[in-house]
């Protein structure tokens, strides 16, 4: 009798941890994936918590349905690759915002300088797990990040020594003993073999048996003293090669938006357009000059609500992940994280309407091939497109395949708002246009005599929380020999 009570209580006490793990993965079910934190553990639980807790043993022992039920549907949730995406979503939030890691685990969005005032203040706050610091850090230490590996990680450590030996319900798949032996190593990496000794001793204490620890305790205790520390200044962040305006564009990410040009401010101004076309006669575009050089103008209410959301739902489902010219290919690349779509002016009323009116305020010829198709947008979690030009710089370029010369302007109609981040940033011209729905920003990326515009260089800053859709037309130089002539200066 005592073996079979004591045998129900066990599988008792399996059923009410089964349950608690399940009510863990159904945290607010409703709640905005604004927040980025938010997002991150949405797909981590979907990715990694959820299946370990379908495929446990009180699952098969008790509920047979839940594993039928999982299974309908495990072919659309994300997988590893897009949770390792999150993470490093996270990790560029944190570089490009300036943000304190420590104030991002506890679901805040302070900046490391406390002096300024939040970049975002979700509704709800979201703190991450032991285990979802451990997981970012991982991310990176798995490519060799040491300096954004070593940050999670602290953070993983420092979590999980406040939680030691307690149960998790959320049943962490990493542990303490994991999260030192990866940040030992990052630290050795990083020159810093006296903390790395540290912390493997510290290892030790919880896993005395671990063979390959103890060897690493005696190698760092030789290299310290025959003078192999090699801790200097700070880590320092890794280098992007391919980002050489990296300050001037996180300065601009963090600014509250386009600031004034410094030169004849009175020149820039708001007015009602028609640009001489009937077709706004009747309802003139809204313009506000931003900037004179380069030429950048904003059209308020370029779209309605109701034109977004059409053109948004007939892109939805061709959204593939955005690529960018590579020598005479085409490519994806971790400067630019998007997912975007190509749309005839054939695929509904709606498109046709924006085009005949982008060809209005432009006073430009957009039927092809001398304008691309309508390229929807989307930028998610800490989705972005570093500083680029939209005009080719190479005549190698793909852009040269439709045989209609260079892209001489862009017209970009955001299609959403986002609650912070997603400004389109001017590098050289030092100013940002933050996310205003509905409008429409319009530039030449080519001056009059066919040179490319320099400072036309732009970047697309990451969005911090929210979902931010643009709709881009690229037009080109063939066909507008008459609507924007050469100048009399070569020089212009």
Not at 40 to 55: A, C, E, N
Not at 174 to 187: N, Q, T
Not at 225 to 237: F, I, N
Not at 243 to 270: F, H, I, K, T, V
Request: net charge neutral.
């Amino acid at each position: 009798l005592r073996a079979y009570l004591r045998e129900e209580s066990a599988r008792l006490r399996r059923l009410g941890r089964f349950y608690e793990k399940v009510r863990a993965l159904h945290q607010d079910p409703s709640a905005s994936v604004d927040n980025p934190l938010l997002a991150f553990s949405l797909i981590k639980r979907l990715t990694s918590d959820w299946p370990s807790v379908v495929y446990s043993s009180e699952a098969t022992e008790n509920s047979r349905a839940l594993h039928a039920g999982f299974q309908e549907v495990e072919w659309e949730l994300p997988g590893a690759e897009d949770l390792d995406g999150a993470a490093r979503a996270l990790m560029r939030l944190q570089d490009v915002y300036a943000l304190s890691v420590k104030g991002m685990a506890n679901g805040l969005f302070q900046p490391t300088s406390t002096s300024r005032p939040p970049l975002y203040s979700p509704s709800r706050r979201v703190s991450l797990s032991a285990d979802d610091c451990f997981h970012v850090g991982k991310v990176a230490y798995d490519t060799g990040d040491y300096y954004h590996s070593i940050a999670w990680l602290e953070e993983a450590v420092s979590r999980f020594r406040l939680s030691y030996g307690s149960w998790n319900p959320e049943e962490e798949r990493s542990s303490l003993e994991d999260a030192l032996d990866h940040l030992a190593f990052s630290y050795f990496m990083a020159g810093n073999i006296s903390h790395a000794l540290t912390l493997s001793r510290e290892f030790l204490h919880y896993d005395p048996s671990n063979q390959r620890v103890t060897r690493n305790v005696a190698k760092y205790q030789k290299l310290l003293e025959t003078g192999g520390d090699r801790m200097g200044g700070p880590l320092q962040r890794p280098n992007v090669t391919h980002l050489q305006n990296r300050d001037a564009y996180e300065e601009l990410c963090q600014g509250l938006g386009a600031q004034m040009a410094p030169e004849r401010p009175s020149r820039l101004s708001c007015s009602y357009e028609t640009n001489g076309s009937p077709y706004l006669l009747l309802q003139p575009a809204k313009k506000e000059t931003l900037r004179l050089q380069p030429y950048v103008v904003l059209y308020h209410d370029f779209v309605s609500d109701a034109e977004a959301e059409t053109i948004k739902g007939l892109a939805g489902p061709w959204l593939q992940r955005s690529v960018v010219a590579s020598g005479e290919k085409q490519q994806k690349a971790e400067y630019r994280i998007s997912k975007s779509a190509w749309l005839k002016d054939t695929a509904d009323p709606v498109v046709r309407a924006l085009e005949l009116r982008m060809a209005a305020v432009t006073g430009l010829d957009l039927r092809p091939p001398y304008a691309e198709y309508l390229q929807v947008v989307n930028y998610g979690l800490g989705g972005h497109y570093e500083p680029h030009f939209d005009h080719a710089t190479s005549r190698k370029s793909p852009l040269y395949r439709m045989k209609s010369g260079n892209r001489i302007a862009t017209v970009m109609i955001y299609l959403s708002a986002v609650e912070a981040g997603g400004s389109t940033a001017f590098i050289y011209a030092n100013f940002s246009v933050p996310v205003v729905k509905n409008a429409a920003l319009f530039w030449w990326n080519l001056r009059r005599n066919g040179d490319g515009d320099g400072d036309t260089l732009h970047a697309g800053c990451p969005v911090l929380a929210g979902d931010k859709w643009v709709a881009n037309k690229w037009i080109h130089e063939y066909g507008q020999e008459f609507r924007r002539p050469c100048s009399r200066d070569p020089r212009d």
